[in-house]
């Protein structure tokens, strides 16, 4: 089984993690277990940050399997997984605000199931796309309350996504008729507020409080001065927290989160 895209838990799907696009000449021995093809910050569109987004990424498995890097029958054994992390509606709400928003969370959808049918039709089999999962409740959005609450309204909109996707992904899944579905939500959002709303179920006390953080507001995770000097602090216990920096939880919380996906009926038909 291959991921011909990647993610931060990949290990604890009991596959090797798939070598970054990046690196795929450096390391060709590791080619076999897959290719991750994300790049941090991007989206279903382009944002902020200046790195191929979605289309161009698909762009490169297309061009990889013309150069017969991978063949059809490594493309009909794998698994394919899409992450939509919400970087595209950062940037639209930095540039317009919340005024026509829903139609924007539509486009973003509807892209998205575009790139699941062309992905299909490169010939992988299965294909999972991850829901969203809760934006409010990063730290960024709960720092407003002194980290003890998730923002209703971003999660909100983090709401009107996942279902638009749940409608689209379901109707992909109707218009096959001679073949088992071939397209599956893997449900991040309810498996983030499961641990968040019982966090000491899953041996986590900082739920919403970052781990990791700059000195200043000048600062964030992992900045150093020109000399070197680290400006930035670590708590005490990072196993106990759920989000290590402003955006990505811990590998404590993600592996509180897998524990609660793999529960879910949806992770078990992707990998089974």
């Known amino acids: 089984m291959k991921y011909m895209c990647g993610c931060d838990a990949a290990k604890y799907l009991r596959v090797k993690s798939p070598i970054p696009y990046r690196l795929r000449k450096l390391m060709p021995q590791h080619l076999k277990y897959g290719m991750n093809f994300a790049f941090g910050g991007t989206g279903v569109f382009n944002t902020f ?34 992450s939509v992390a919400g970087n595209d509606y950062g940037r639209y709400m930095l540039t317009n605000g919340s005024q026509g928003l829903p139609s924007f969370v539509a486009s973003v959808v509807n892209q998205t199931a575009n790139n699941l ?50 409608q689209a992904v379901t ?14 939500i893997l449900n991040l959002f309810d498996s983030f507020m499961s641990v968040l709303n019982n966090p000491s179920t899953h041996n986590i006390r900082n739920k919403l409080t970052p781990c990791c953080v700059g000195v200043s507001t000048n600062y964030s995770c992992g900045s150093v001065d020109k000399n070197n000097v680290k400006k930035y602090r670590v ?3 990072p ?34």
């Open 49 to 82: 940050v200046p790195l191929p987004n979605m289309t161009t990424q698909i762009d490169f498995l297309e061009q990889l399997i013309k150069d017969k890097v991978y063949n059809s029958l490594d493309l009909t054994n794998s698994v394919a997984l899409v």
């Open 117 to 166: 049918i062309r992905i299909k039709g490169l010939g992988v089999k299965k294909i999972a796309v991850g829901a969203l999962q809760p934006l409010g409740c990063l730290p960024p959005q709960t720092a407003t309350t002194s980290f003890q609450r998730c923002n209703a309204t971003s999660n909100a909109l983090v709401l009107l996504h996942n279902s638009l996707l749940n």
């Open 171 to 184: 109707k992909l899944n109707q218009e096959i008729t001679k073949e088992r579905s071939s397209f599956v």
């Open 235 to 237: 708590c005490d216990d």
């Open 239 to 272: 196993k106990s927290a759920f989000f290590w920096d402003l955006v990505h939880p811990t590998q404590a919380g993600w592996h509180a989160v897998y524990n609660k996906l793999r529960t879910m009926n949806d992770l078990q038909h992707i990998l089974y």
